[in-house]
């Protein structure tokens, strides 16, 4: 089989998938259609729409674009058939029905952040980071009827070091996303479409990843600190771990935290109670003290813990719970 004789239309919406789009199309694949979400409304009232990345990649590219509402709407499947597809490839988009990814001869695939079968789900990245892991990866499986859960293809290894955020680690993966998707497709072209796939093995630990939300999100300073820094960088920059700051006069404040420092600090203050000199912000956790550096209080811009201090007066008759 030739690589340009390939039909494939490729699934996605985010940044993270432009990057494989764009690998395919540099590399000669033949993509014959584009399927992303609908243009979403933006503005302050709403009244204009954004298209999106991958959408507005692939105009600049002339590929036909697709944008339904409903996967399993008669029209949109038909259409979709109409570009007769050998294969689809999937990144980072929603939940397929079988009439989709049962359409192409040789199936469907798709490329997760994770080493698979650990965190299926919407939000592997976040959860990779949140739970301290210092390896996370990439995996192509063929699709099947439940998430995430289909033969694998190949898998590739990435490391997260102690510092690193989600930012750092999504850029790393969406690279190597567009890595082992060109991987993949030769792999598929050598074995004529149907390549090697193994079935994912039984694990007892299995850690999931489900979609992330604004009260996934608050910090639970009942933990060590080490639990805390980890749920920090797991939220950073985007959508960010937030707190709750009661002053002295019990008036609350939403806080979101950006990054901390691990201290060797014991500390014999109450959880959540916040101690600090000039320069340094620190928040009692359940076995010491975490160092805050940058944060952002609700209404104002992201700030380091210095100009933060700057503008706090009493800020040790403050806790955050």
Same mark, same amino acid.
């Given at each position: 089989?030739?690589?340009?004789? %390939?039909?494939?239309?490729f699934?996605? !919406?985010?940044e993270?998938a432009?990057? !494989?789009?764009?690998? =395919?199309?540099?590399? $000669?694949?033949?993509v ?7 243009d979403k ?10 298209a999106?990345?991958?959408k507005q990649y692939a %105009? &600049?590219?002339? =590929? ?10 008669? $029209? ?5 058939r109409?570009?007769r597809?050998?294969?689809q ?6 939940m397929?029905p079988?009439?989709v ?7 469907t695939?798709?490329?997760?952040a994770? %080493? ?6 919407? $939000?592997?990245?976040?959860?990779a980071?949140i739970?301290?892991? &210092?390896?996370?990866?990439?995996? !192509?499986f ?5 998430? #995430?859960t /289909?033969r694998i293809?190949r ?11 989600v930012?750092?680690?999504y ?8 890595r082992?998707? %060109? ?6 072209? $050598?074995a004529?479409g149907y390549?090697d796939?193994?079935p994912q ?5 299995l850690?999931?990843?489900?979609k ?7 910090v ?6 080490k639990?805390?820094? #980890?749920?920090?960088r ?8 937030? &707190? &709750? ?8 404040? !939403? ?5 901390t ?6 500390? /014999?203050?109450?959880? /959540?109670q916040?101690?600090a000199?000039r ?15 940058e ?7 992201r700030? #380091?813990?210095t ?12 806790f955050?719970?």
């Amino acid at each position: 089989m030739n690589k340009s004789d %390939l039909r494939i239309v490729f699934m996605g !919406t985010p940044e993270f998938a432009v990057e !494989t789009l764009q690998a =395919l199309v540099e590399n $000669a694949y033949n993509v014959v259609a584009v399927v992303t979400q609908p243009d979403k409304p933006v503005g302050r009232h709403q009244n204009e729409l954004q298209a999106s990345p991958v959408k507005q990649y692939a %105009l &600049t590219k002339g =590929l036909p674009v697709l944008q339904p509402e409903k996967m399993k709407d008669s $029209a949109f499947v038909e259409q979709l058939r109409s570009y007769r597809a050998d294969l689809q490839v999937v990144v980072a988009f929603r939940m397929l029905p079988e009439v989709v990814w049962a359409m192409p001869r040789y199936g469907t695939f798709n490329v997760h952040a994770a %080493l698979l079968p650990q965190y299926r789900g919407a $939000a592997p990245i976040n959860w990779a980071v949140i739970n301290g892991e &210092t390896q996370t990866g990439v995996t !192509t499986f063929f699709l099947d009827h439940d998430i #995430d859960t /289909g033969r694998i293809i190949r898998q590739l290894p990435f490391d997260i070091p102690d510092t690193a955020d989600v930012e750092y680690v999504y850029d790393g993966l969406m690279h190597l996303g567009a890595r082992i998707c %060109l991987e993949t497709l030769d792999q598929i072209v $050598a074995a004529d479409g149907y390549p090697d796939s193994i079935p994912q093995r039984a694990m007892a630990d299995l850690k999931a990843a489900p979609k992330i939300f604004k009260e996934t999100c608050e910090v639970n300073w009942q933990q060590p600190s080490k639990r805390v820094y #980890d749920f920090v960088r797991g939220l950073s920059p985007y959508p960010g771990a937030w &707190t &709750t700051l009661v002053g002295p006069d019990g008036k609350e404040t !939403t806080l979101k935290l950006f990054h901390t420092t691990k201290t060797d600090v014991a500390g /014999g203050e109450r959880v /959540g109670q916040i101690v600090a000199d000039r320069k340094h912000l620190y928040v009692t956790t359940a076995d010491g003290r975490l160092q805050i550096d940058e944060l952002q209080l609700a209404g104002k811009k992201r700030m #380091d813990a210095t100009s933060f201090l700057n503008g706090m007066k009493d800020i040790e008759k403050y806790f955050v719970r």
